[in-house]
């Protein structure tokens, strides 16, 4: 399953980079992208959205699914 996310506040790699290990971190994802040009982050797995929303608005930005 596919899930993105609109992702507020990323201005650069390392911004992206962060929102990617925190998307990692929740159980059942498999892989995660996200891109700063776009606002969006992309969640492949079988996550909860409601647990990736959380765990990006954890590490400092601005999310909804």
Same mark, same amino acid.
């Given at each position: +399953?596919?899930?993105?996310?609109?992702? %507020?506040? +990323?201005?650069?790699?390392?911004? %992206?980079?962060?929102?990617?290990e &925190?998307?990692?971190?929740?159980?059942?994802?498999?892989?995660?992208?996200? @891109?700063?040009?776009? @606002?969006?982050?992309?969640? %492949?797995? @079988?996550? @909860?959205?409601?647990?990736?929303?959380?765990?990006?608005? %954890? &590490?400092g930005?601005?999310a909804? &699914?």
């Open positions: +399953m596919t899930t993105t996310l609109t992702v %507020e506040g +990323m201005s650069c790699g390392n911004c %992206e980079a962060t929102v990617v &925190a998307l990692e971190g929740v159980d059942g994802v498999t892989s995660a992208t996200a @891109d700063n040009e776009t @606002d969006s982050a992309t969640v %492949e797995g @079988d996550a @909860d959205p409601l647990d990736l929303v959380l765990a990006v608005n %954890e &590490a930005y601005d909804q &699914a």
